[in-house]
């Protein structure tokens, strides 16, 4: 099968059953989408499919094949961060790091749709976990990116 994973092809020969994750990680070298949970509660595998949020670890690179998708190795652009990869800097949004992949994608998803988010909006499409509890700096960090869109 073939998929587009960060504005590239590739050729897979993988049982179609196989989750994205295993097929990014172990078959395409993309270690940016994490195992957490295996039960699409946690979020670490998120990835944009067509722009909307998909947890990896659930989801049959059968039914990504021919879609878009992007992990967070593929958000910036031209070597330019994403108004969101530059604000989780700005704002030093992760701790451990390990979720944090996920959260900015998901993040990049809520923008695309809300572009001025409320703390509401935020907290009901954050739907990630985080152990390390950074969940108030990613909402600065949100709101910092929504601002940043907003003027460029």
Do not use: F
């Amino acid at each position: 099968m073939k998929l587009n994973v960060n504005g590239q092809i590739h050729q897979l020969d993988v049982e179609p059953e196989m989750p994205l994750l295993w097929a990014l990680r172990d078959e395409l070298d993309i270690k940016g989408p994490k195992y957490g949970c295996g039960i699409a509660q946690c979020g670490a595998c998120t990835v944009l499919l067509n722009g909307e949020p998909v947890r990896s670890c659930s989801y049959p690179v059968s039914s990504a094949a021919g879609q878009q998708v992007v992990s967070i190795e593929g958000l910036a652009n031209k070597g330019k961060l994403h108004a969101v990869q530059q604000a989780w800097i700005d704002h030093q949004v992760p701790q451990c790091g390990y979720c944090q992949g996920g959260q900015m994608l998901a993040a990049v998803a809520l923008l695309k749709k809300k572009p001025k988010p409320t703390d509401e909006d935020i907290d009901a499409a954050m739907t990630n976990i985080c152990r390390c509890g950074t969940y108030a700096r990613m909402r600065n960090a949100i709101h910092a990116a929504a601002r940043q869109a907003g003027q460029s």
